[in-house]
């Protein structure tokens, strides 16, 4: 019977790989503490597939559940950091770094930021949306139907450097006028009243620190008239929403 398993399993080898060679196979067999110990006088399955392994049963798996448990509280203590420094917290986007994302310097691309920071933009508009009427009110915000947002400028400060494998955490929020003479002097408060400041930060879930921040000037437009449009307090008022405990912005 061993030796018909052995026999069976050299096809089914190449295609689980769960080990490397028919000697793997073999002292698996005779360790006692592989699931697929033979004790002696007893017979094992027929082929390899009547046998599943258990997920837990390695120390590979045992190390990939404690890598995910260890990150997920990475990500939770990040979240807090971005809430603390004012976020809200249905608004923070999570951008996972793909290796591409990194250049000859071996760390992620300047420009890949604008497009982290566009990602996060565009939750938080959508957010903005459900508050402004639900659902289609958010699907014509994103698509520029009615009055929508269009960006105007952006800055991007950069902190760190960021490496693969990393995960960012980034939010968006509205600055109030009070606050815009702490921004950096390349981006000027404008007194057009069609225009709308946010600020956002990238946090490093890896390095547990913020690794950049970007400001940026919106502005209110409408597409039926082709032409941009200072907000009703019904705009004004969805953009503070979240944000009336930390701010009197928005109430007046």
């Keep these: 019977m061993f030796f018909r398993i052995l026999s069976n399993t050299k096809q089914s080898l190449r295609k689980s790989r769960r080990y490397n060679s028919v000697k793997a196979l073999q ?12 004790a002696p006088g007893t017979k ?21 559940q404690s890598d ?8 939770e203590q990040g979240r807090m950091k971005l809430v603390q420094a004012g976020f809200h ?17 071996q760390h992620v691309n300047n420009v890949q930021y ?18 402004l009427g639900g659902p289609d009110e958010a699907e014509a915000l994103r698509k520029g139907k009615g009055i929508s947002l ?24 509205p600055v109030p006028p009070t606050q815009s003479a702490q921004l950096s002097n390349s981006v000027q408060q404008s007194s057009d009243p069609a225009a709308l400041l946010l600020t956002s930060s990238a946090f490093s879930v890896t390095q547990q620190a913020f690794v950049a921040h970007c400001h940026e000037t919106l ?17 004004r008022s969805a953009v503070w929403e979240p944000y009336l405990q930390e701010t009197s912005i928005g109430k007046d």
């Design 150 to 173: 269009i960006i105007k400028s952006l800055n991007v400060n950069y902190r760190r450097p960021v490496t693969y494998p990393d995960t960012l955490l980034i939010s968006h929020k």
């Design 44 to 64: 094992g399955p027929g082929s390899p597939e009547e046998y599943e392994l258990p997920p837990d049963s390695t120390p590979e798996s045992s190390n990939m």
């Design 114 to 131: 604008v497009r982290y920071f566009e990602s996060s933009r565009i939750l938080w508009m959508n957010h903005l949306g459900h508050r």
């Design 27 to 38: 002292a698996a067999f005779r360790d006692p503490s592989s699931p697929f110990y033979l």
């Design 89 to 105: 917290h249905p608004t923070i986007w999570e951008q996972p770094i793909a290796w591409g994302d990194q250049d000859s310097f």
């Design 219 to 235: 502005v209110w437009y409408d597409y039926k008239k082709l032409r941009k449009s200072a907000p009703g307090e019904e705009y």
């Design 68 to 75: 995910t448990s260890s990150f997920q509280q990475l990500v």
